[in-house]
């Protein structure tokens, strides 16, 4: 896949959204008056590692929210393999941010890894020893099999991160979404995690995740998709992961002495 | 017959209770604003629901004691009192325990109201003669109002709105801005502490006239509402404040003036009234002003996004884009650009090109930040600095379809 | 005492208080979890108006029409309120204080106005039904349970609120997990193609199904009491959702029957002559059964334990 730059307007793009995981075309999304993602395309690469990265702020989790049908955006789709998402769900695990969850919920932390099953299991299908099996061996999979029986709300940031990743593997799903998956969380967690998403990239799945840390897109991530509000760029790492294109998505906001480092690594 | 109750010629019980009413209404619009921008408005459910028991404890220990029970000064300390203490029970549990604030109201309210019901159905038993009246503390009931009543509330009502008046500043600071007021010195705690007194109060004063059903509509309605008038925190007291007189006011005279216009729920739909008002008609906030802004920024997006993809050729996926360029003339039916649109679309590719350049050179930042995708770059850059990012990209190229 | 006394004056009602508690607890359980606890409060309000408007259409007070009229302002309020938290951008707790004192106060100022001397219909009945009334004239003892003839003279709100009860716990039952999961982590619920909007909206609505039927019976205030207490005082005693249920469901036929228990024969035992509300009896139990829950339930504290 080549590079693509925004600012390199003009050239017809190929409409490769048949081949995609996940395409985004023409996505804005608005809080009140200010699009917080305006116009942007996105083509993820089959059995890949991709990181979204830019500035705070920047649309990274809304641009995800908007795809998944969270949000509702003011323009734009989203495509699986070429169909909408909303009829490909089963393809999809998403991990979400861990705001967004109701700690103070009655469940034990097995009971929050078999909820990925429920979409198989349907309204009335009986959990069985299978799925307790696989459930469990999720939660395994994540170092937490320890942890079964606890309230989700006792655990730490980086546990509770971990039990949710259990959840997205127990959906076995093809197309892995986390939204920040690292934020807040231990350095233990943060090794486990990318293990975990290493090994499902390694077995043929696609995973992209919201980024903030960009000393280590190099290390854990094959591709990188940069957005500010726009996209700006989006591609292989050795390629659209340069210091010309961060000046560009971060402005001011990151010291010389980053982004040569920021080089160095990529380079 | 109205005319004459809106200019208090209907008697001195009528006159007094309107303007008891409209001091009520003035004292809770304004507490109530505080209530509502801590966003616990739903407390003073909580608190009037909880006024039942005490007075019907009040009621009985009078009755027993020998005197009279309907004594409206022991009444409405036997409501305070109880309404107190539901208030402390909504503060327990919400904060030393699990359960959230709107659970914490719910089981409150229904709790000490359902032990009311009970202490009603006592009094019931008790000597028959007495028991009268109390009901009316549910729905309120101003007819055949005891002159001393009347003169307690009208006197009540008016030390509420002074006290309301004497603390709007703390009670702005402390619902604005919790840990600013806290770092200039005020106790936040007991600024908490005297909001919910001053709503108590207005519980209190006002069962009698709009009933303990009712009593929180004084206190909601009237902030909400002004709220879609202002963006300012003072600005919402006062319009709340007056709104609140106005309703009262306008509720009780109607209420004199009329035979079965109960004065609790009118003054209730009067606010209503105006609620409905502000909900459609507001500039800013209101629904139709609302409605047509979203419409226009929709609009705008999509033209713009459709501008883009002409001039960079890309396909056009959405209908609704394709039917604005269209009508706009800049696009004909299978999404090839006309003239016009070209011309538009090159334009548009030029500003997108412009912003770009400047959002990745630091001289600029400032004006970079402004991007959103739908801004003019005219709007932040001068024609001279048009021309220097003009240079830096160099000429124009143009438009492949 | 007897059961030719037990039977005819109190089995009937017990039975009738159990089925509202049990029905409104269920679904308790969501509204309290999801925040929307005073959800309750606002449908069991607005019951009034609906009632009202049914009557001025009707001209009579029937049965149907009227669950009809309670439900059909229920579902109206929920709707505006929702419609007014999205459009005015008014938070939920305020919009709702809004809609449902304006609806009260319209239902109280159109009874003022229409002539409903020669009927039985007033606020009080709305507010505290009349559960002590429902007794089962037929009945003679323990027999007239297998007796047919004695079994049509039922009154008619305990088949009523029986069928109430079930249709509430079918719907929980089918909708478990969609339920569980949405209220748990709304945004996982849409990506796994839960449509949370139509499902909060349903629950609503099953709720006001339960607190219709029920206000006929008992009046709104053990509705609103039934519909949070046991569930608040259930989340104290355990961390699963399934055993909160359960719990809530306990704690609900506690109230139910200790309530109307004290509330018939309490005052006797204090050697008074009659009884009092058995509405607001079994609200304050349960009232009681949230505060021990609140002070020594295992898993009171957020957090911890």
């Given at each position: 896949?080549?590079?693509?730059?925004?600012?390199?307007?003009?050239?017809?793009?190929?409409?490769?959204?048949?081949?995609?995981?996940?395409?985004?075309?023409?996505?804005?999304?608005?809080?009140?008056?200010?699009?917080?993602?305006?116009?942007?395309?996105?083509?993820?690469?089959?059995?890949?590692?991709?990181?979204?990265?830019?500035?705070?702020?920047?649309?990274?989790?809304?641009?995800?929210?908007?795809?998944?049908?969270?949000?509702?955006?003011?323009?734009?789709?989203?495509?699986?393999?070429?169909?909408?998402?909303a009829t490909q769900r089963h393809r999809i695990a998403y991990v979400p941010q861990r705001a967004s969850v109701d700690w103070d919920f009655p469940t034990r932390v097995i009971d929050v890894v078999l909820m990925g099953l429920y979409p198989q299991l349907g309204l009335l299908g009986r959990i069985r020893a299978t799925h307790r099996a696989k459930a469990a061996e999720c939660l395994a999979r994540v170092g937490m099999?320890?942890?079964?029986?606890?309230?989700?709300?006792?655990?730490?940031?980086?546990?509770?991160?971990?039990?949710?990743?259990?959840?997205?593997?127990?959906?076995?799903?093809?197309?892995?979404?986390?939204?920040?998956?690292?934020?807040?969380?231990?350095?233990?967690?943060?090794?486990?995690?990318?293990?975990?998403?290493?090994?499902?990239?390694?077995?043929?799945?696609?995973?992209?995740?919201?980024?903030?840390?960009?000393?280590?897109?190099?290390?854990?991530?094959?591709?990188?998709?940069?957005?500010?509000?726009?996209?700006?760029?989006?591609g292989p790492v050795a390629e659209a992961f340069t210091p010309r294109i961060l000046q560009e998505a971060y402005g001011g906001r990151l010291a010389t002495a980053q982004m040569d480092a920021i080089g160095a690594s990529a380079g | 017959m109205i005319l004459d109750a809106l200019l208090l010629q209907l008697g001195y019980n009528a006159t007094l209770v309107t303007i008891g009413a409209a001091l009520l209404g003035m004292a809770a619009g304004v507490g109530g604003t505080f209530l509502f921008l801590r966003k616990r408005a739903l407390v003073s459910d909580a608190i009037s629901h909880a006024t039942l028991p005490g007075v019907c404890v009040a009621f009985i220990v009078m009755a027993m004691l020998g005197g009279d029970g309907r004594n409206l000064i022991?009444?409405?300390?036997?409501?305070?009192?109880?309404?107190?203490?539901?208030?402390?029970?909504?503060?327990?549990?919400?904060?030393?325990?699990?359960?959230?604030?709107?659970?914490?109201?719910?089981?409150?309210?229904?709790?000490?109201?359902?032990?009311?019901?009970?202490?009603?159905?006592?009094?019931?038993?008790?000597?028959?003669?007495?028991?009268?009246?109390?009901?009316?503390?549910?729905?309120?009931?101003?007819?055949?109002?005891?002159?001393?009543?009347?003169?307690?509330?009208?006197?009540?009502a008016a030390i509420t709105l002074a006290l309301v008046v004497l603390l709007r500043r703390p009670l702005t600071l402390a619902s604005f801005d919790p840990e600013f007021a806290t770092a200039t010195g005020q106790n936040v705690g007991r600024t908490d502490l005297a909001m919910m007194g001053l709503v108590l109060a207005v519980t209190v004063v006002g069962l009698k006239i709009v009933?303990?059903?009712?009593?929180?509509?004084?206190?909601?309605?009237?902030?909400?509402?002004?709220?879609?008038?202002?963006?300012?925190?003072?600005?919402?007291v006062v319009i709340s404040g007056a709104l609140g007189g106005l309703s009262a006011y306008i509720g009780a005279a109607l209420s004199a003036a009329l035979p079965h216009f109960p004065t609790g729920p009118i003054i209730v739909l009067v606010g209503f009234g105006f609620f409905t008002l502000s909900l459609l008609a507001a500039p800013g906030r209101g629904l139709a002003s609302a409605v047509i802004r979203h419409r226009r920024f929709q609009r705008r997006v999509h033209l713009r996004q459709g501008l883009?993809?002409?001039?960079?050729?890309?396909?056009?996926?959405?209908?609704?884009?394709?039917?604005?360029?269209?009508?706009?003339?800049?696009?004909?039916?299978?999404?090839?650009?006309?003239?016009?649109?070209?011309?538009r679309a090159a334009k548009a590719l030029r500003d997108e090109t412009r912003w770009q350049t400047i959002r990745s050179d630091p001289d600029f930042e400032a004006a970079a930040a402004h991007y959103d995708g739908l801004r003019a770059i005219e709007t932040v850059l001068t024609p001279d600095q048009i021309e220097e990012v003009d240079r830096m990209i160099g000429a124009p190229r143009p438009v492949q379809t | 005492m007897s059961g030719a006394e037990f039977v005819p004056l109190s089995l009937v009602p017990m039975l009738i208080g159990i089925c509202v508690a049990v029905a409104c607890a269920l679904p308790g359980n969501f509204l309290v979890l999801r925040k929307q606890a005073l959800i309750g409060d606002a449908i069991s309000h607005v019951i009034l108006p609906g009632i009202v408007v049914a009557f001025l259409l009707t001209g009579a007070v029937t049965t149907w029409p009227m669950l009809f009229g309670a439900a059909g302002a229920a579902v109206v309020a929920v709707v505006v309120i929702e419609a007014v938290v999205r459009l005015g951008r008014i938070e939920p707790g305020a919009a709702m204080g809004v809609i449902f004192t304006a609806m009260f106060a319209a239902g109280v100022l159109l009874l003022e106005q229409s002539d409903t001397s020669s009927v039985h219909l007033d606020?009080?009945?709305?507010?505290?039904?009349?559960?002590?009334?429902?007794?089962?004239?037929?009945?003679?003892?323990?027999?007239?349970?297998?007796?047919?003839?004695?079994?049509a003279g039922l009154p008619v709100e305990l088949p009523r609120m029986a069928a109430t009860l079930l249709f509430v716990a079918a719907f929980i039952a089918l909708f478990w997990r969609p339920l569980k999961i949405s209220t748990f982590d709304e945004g996982f619920a849409r990506t796994v193609g839960i449509r949370t909007g139509p499902l909060g909206f349903a629950l609503v609505i099953v709720a006001a199904i339960a607190a219709v039927a029920a206000f006929d019976a008992v009046g709104s205030i053990i509705v609103i009491a039934m519909f949070i207490c046991p569930p608040a005082a259930a989340r104290m005693m355990t961390n699963r959702l399934e055993h909160q249920l359960l719990w809530s469901a306990v704690f609900a036929v506690v109230s139910a029957v200790a309530g109307y228990t004290l509330a018939a024969f309490g005052p006797l035992w204090l050697g008074l002559s009659a009884s009092v509300s058995a509405a607001g009896m079994i609200a304050t139990l349960s009232g009681i059964i949230l505060a021990l829950a609140a002070m020594f339930g295992p898993h009171r504290r957020r957090g911890a334990g």
């Open positions: 896949m080549s590079i693509s730059l925004a600012a390199e307007h003009g050239k017809p793009l190929v409409d490769d959204r048949a081949q995609s995981p996940l395409a985004i075309r023409g996505m804005t999304v608005s809080y009140g008056q200010k699009p917080a993602v305006f116009s942007v395309d996105m083509t993820v690469r089959a059995g890949a590692m991709t990181a979204i990265i830019g500035p705070n702020g920047a649309g990274k989790s809304t641009l995800l929210k908007a795809a998944l049908g969270i949000l509702t955006p003011l323009a734009g789709t989203a495509t699986v393999l070429g169909k909408p998402v099999e320890d942890f079964a029986q606890r309230q989700i709300g006792q655990l730490s940031g980086g546990q509770q991160q971990r039990v949710f990743l259990a959840r997205a593997l127990a959906q076995d799903a093809e197309l892995y979404l986390l939204d920040e998956p690292f934020a807040g969380v231990d350095a233990a967690t943060e090794k486990a995690i990318i293990s975990v998403l290493k090994s499902l990239r390694d077995a043929g799945k696609t995973v992209v995740a919201v980024h903030h840390d960009l000393s280590t897109v190099a290390e854990y991530f094959d591709d990188v998709f940069i957005i500010n509000t726009r996209r700006i760029a989006e | 022991g009444l409405l300390s036997g409501a305070a009192a109880s309404a107190a203490l539901g208030l402390l029970c909504v503060n327990w549990l919400s904060t030393r325990t699990r359960l959230a604030e709107d659970a914490a109201i719910g089981a409150v309210l229904s709790v000490f109201f359902g032990l009311g019901v009970v202490l009603l159905t006592v009094i019931q038993t008790m000597n028959a003669g007495r028991q009268a009246g109390l009901e009316g503390f549910l729905l309120g009931s101003t007819a055949g109002m005891l002159r001393s009543d009347a003169l307690i509330i009208a006197g009540s009933g303990l059903i009712m009593i929180v509509a004084l206190l909601i309605i009237p902030p909400v509402t002004a709220r879609f008038w202002t963006e300012r925190t003072d600005h919402v883009l993809a002409l001039a960079q050729g890309q396909p056009i996926y959405e209908p609704l884009t394709l039917r604005l360029l269209r009508r706009e003339g800049w696009a004909l039916l299978d999404g090839v650009a006309t003239d016009d649109g070209r011309a | 606020v009080e009945h709305a507010l505290y039904g009349n559960l002590e009334s429902l007794i089962w004239l037929d009945a003679v003892g323990w027999s007239s349970l297998f007796d047919r003839q004695a079994l």
